[in-house]
């Protein structure tokens, strides 16, 4: 089955760059996403990367793909205050498969 | 503003109350789903429809749950005789059938059952 694992909290100090890493267990998935949640609100899609893709930059977002690992991270740079949030990695979907599978988050709190 | 909308945004119930919520998608967006989160949790599938018709249903979706897309536009869900276990955030999102690796999401509607 689909399981989708973060570490819960990550701290880093304002200008610094910041590394969330995820892995999942579905091989067969065709995309895979990271998603932003604010206090309150809903997911934002920032950014997903195809599986047969290793990397994917998108101005201060850069998402590397390790598929034989099966590791995903995504790396903020420069991170701002406005970066703090909850970050999830999700997987899916796969051959007519179209649900998204997420993981539990990871809380970035930024250091000033 | 043309993301995808839910109301009510909050709702609190007693146990054993019918409630429902409506999504209202992106326009043209053929695609919608709901999912459910729960505190500390990343969100989880529930169903999904493609136009009208209702493609997939998790096995979360007990029989006391409901959805419907009747015209292929806004959606509803609805809760019979609910339950504390219930209390969750209720997330729809929507996509494209040709972009369907492109979810987006609404606000969400906090429902707690008292």
């Known amino acids: 089955g689909e399981d989708v694992e973060q570490s819960l909290f990550l701290s880093v100090r304002e200008g610094d760059s910041s590394v969330i890493n995820c892995t999942y267990t579905d091989s067969s998935s065709t995309y895979l996403y990271w998603y932003k949640q604010e206090p309150g609100a809903g997911l934002q899609l920032l950014t997903y990367?195809?599986?047969?893709?290793d990397m994917k930059q998108d101005q201060r977002l850069t998402v590397l793909l390790n598929k034989k690992d099966k590791h995903l991270s995504l790396r903020i740079a420069d991170t701002q205050t406005g970066d703090s949030a909850i970050y999830f990695c999700?997987?899916?979907?796969?051959?007519?498969?179209?649900?998204?599978?997420f993981g539990t988050g990871t809380r970035l709190t930024i250091i000033p | 503003d043309t993301g995808v909308s839910q109301n009510p945004r909050h709702k609190i119930t007693k146990r054993g109350q019918n409630v429902t919520f409506r999504c209202d998608p992106i326009s043209e967006h053929n695609r919608l789903y709901w999912y459910r989160q729960t505190l500390g949790q990343g969100p989880e599938f529930l169903t999904y429809f493609q136009n009208e018709a209702q493609l997939e249903k998790s096995r979360l979706l007990s029989d006391r749950f409901s959805a419907e897309r009747p015209k292929g536009s806004f959606s509803t869900l609805e809760i019979q005789r609910t339950e504390q276990g219930d209390s969750a955030m209720y997330l729809c999102?929507?996509?494209?059938?040709?972009?369907?690796?492109?979810?987006?999401f609404g606000p969400g509607t906090r429902l707690t059952v008292t």
């Open positions: 999700a997987e899916g979907p796969n051959f007519g498969n179209e649900k998204l599978t």
């Open positions: 990367i195809f599986s047969n893709m």
């Open positions: 999102a929507s996509s494209l059938m040709q972009d369907s690796y492109e979810q987006y």
